[in-house]
């Protein structure tokens, strides 16, 4: 099964790069349904897909849910999301804050969540992963730190935060 383009609604295909045909329909359909709720939320809100599908060995993981080599589609999708308004005659973009970006994305069926405080314009990865002996409740959770990957901690909590550590 292929996605429906013509069903989505706050994304075009082009934006799910490298290639949208290798990309679970499930997420995009997922990530279009949070991004629906979260407009009426916050209006002016807009996703920046970073990546969806994408080679071998363009991640530190090796089984990144955004590879075809241990299933037939790509699982995950990173992302950021931003607000977009008029003031004074000029359009502002402001990075919607990593830990609101976070809470929102909890609120969807996502098997893996993945916070990168670290990027450019911080944001997250989601997937659906299939759930295995170490998560079979609540899928999987971290956040990269720039170095490593880390479970959640005291530290993501404060840096998300904005506290000192």
């Known amino acids: 099964m292929s996605v429906l383009w013509h069903n989505i609604r706050h994304f075009r295909r082009e934006e799910w790069v490298h290639d949208p045909d290798l990309v679970e329909p499930d997420v995009v359909y997922l990530l279009d349904e949070q991004r629906a709720a979260h407009g009426e939320a916050l209006p002016g809100v807009r996703y920046?897909?970073?990546?969806?599908?994408?080679?071998?060995?363009?991640?530190?993981?090796?089984?990144?849910?955004?590879?075809?080599?241990?299933?037939?589609?790509?699982?995950?999708?990173?992302?950021h999301a931003e607000v977009v308004r008029q003031a004074g005659g000029r359009r502002v973009v402001e990075p919607v804050p990593l830990v609101d970006l976070w809470l929102w994305a909890e609120r969807f069926p996502w098997n893996g969540v993945g916070l990168y405080p670290g990027w450019n314009t911080p944001g997250l990865h989601c997937?659906?992963?299939?759930?295995?002996?170490?998560h079979p409740n609540l899928g999987k959770r971290w956040w990269r730190d720039g170095k490593a990957y880390k479970p959640f901690d005291?530290?993501?909590?404060?840096?998300?935060?904005g506290e000192k550590t």
């Open 127 to 134: 997937d659906l992963r299939r759930l295995g002996r170490d």
């Open 154 to 161: 005291e530290a993501m909590l404060r840096r998300l935060l």
């Open 48 to 79: 920046v897909i970073h990546v969806a599908w994408d080679r071998p060995g363009s991640h530190d993981a090796e089984d990144s849910s955004h590879y075809t080599t241990a299933r037939p589609l790509a699982t995950g999708v990173d992302y």
